[in-house]
């Protein structure tokens, strides 16, 4: 597949494509973009989290975990990512693994259980 066009133009330009690509449920497609610029600037969360989403949508669950996992690893609080994780564990079956990620999502949000 030609991948001239996910690749071109700005980082910017390309934020905004991959997120179009995102709304419009071509995930495949925003993960395409998004993977460029994860490369380009692994440091910043908010490309990586949207290439999670972008994998965890399209059922490439291995790829979602890894990418998350990363976040995590770097940022232990940041609470969406944690969610994403714990959500992707879920649809592996791994429900066990998946609930501590949960919990600590829950908590990192101020969810507290009601006693």
Not at 20 to 25: I, L, R
Request: charged letters at 30%; zero cysteines; aromatic letters at 8%.
């Amino acid at each position: 597949m030609e991948t001239t066009y996910y690749g071109h133009g700005t980082p910017a330009e390309r934020w905004e494509r991959a997120q179009q690509f995102f709304e419009a449920k071509d995930y495949a497609g925003a993960a395409r973009v998004l993977t460029g610029l994860v490369q380009e600037a692994p440091e910043q969360t908010g490309a990586r989290l949207l290439l999670a989403r972008a994998y965890y949508h399209s059922a490439q669950l291995r790829r979602a975990e890894a990418e998350l996992r990363t976040i995590v690893e770097s940022d232990p609080v940041e609470h969406y990512a944690r969610l994403m994780l714990g959500r992707t564990l879920q649809r592996q079956a791994r429900h066990e693994e998946a609930e501590r990620h949960l919990r600590i999502a829950s908590a990192l949000a101020g969810d507290f259980p009601q006693e």
